[in-house]
């Protein structure tokens, strides 16, 4: 089983920078590839950044990258979301996942229970 916690949620400003934590217990990282996927209000979850497990190269969606970056801590078992210039379209519920690294949340079996990040323009 694995159990994924979130942290690191808040409101800022808009251009400010954000860093959100997945603190996960179980088989993780050798096993699965990690993501981070957010919902905003009135909208559908969407697909933000993944991670394989053994690390490497991050997928991004056209949204954010240049601005987010994801990495692994494998000694602390913690998956981070670095996010910098941050926008108001950024607002959102952010979920960690665990799965197999594509955009599809249908692909990812366990979640986090979310973390809210609010940006204020």
């Known amino acids: 089983q694995v159990q994924l916690v979130e942290s690191g949620g808040g409101l800022v400003q808009a251009g400010d920078s954000l860093r959100l934590s997945c603190a996960a217990s179980?088989?993780?990282?050798?096993?699965?590839?990690m993501a981070w996927f957010r919902r905003a209000p009135g909208k559908e979850r969407e697909f933000v950044a993944a991670?394989?497990?053994?690390?490497?190269?991050?997928y991004y969606a056209d949204s954010v990258k240049g601005r987010f970056t994801i990495s692994t801590d494998n000694a602390k078992n913690t998956v981070y979301l670095q996010m910098n210039s941050l926008k108001a379209e950024d607002t959102a519920v952010y979920y960690c996942?665990?799965?197999?690294?594509?955009?599809?949340?249908?692909?990812?079996?366990?979640w986090g229970q979310g973390t809210q990040v609010t940006v204020s323009s």
């Open positions: 179980g088989r993780t990282f050798s096993t699965y590839a």
């Open positions: 996942a665990a799965g197999v690294v594509t955009t599809s949340p249908a692909t990812y079996p366990y």
């Open positions: 991670i394989s497990g053994s690390g490497g190269r991050g």
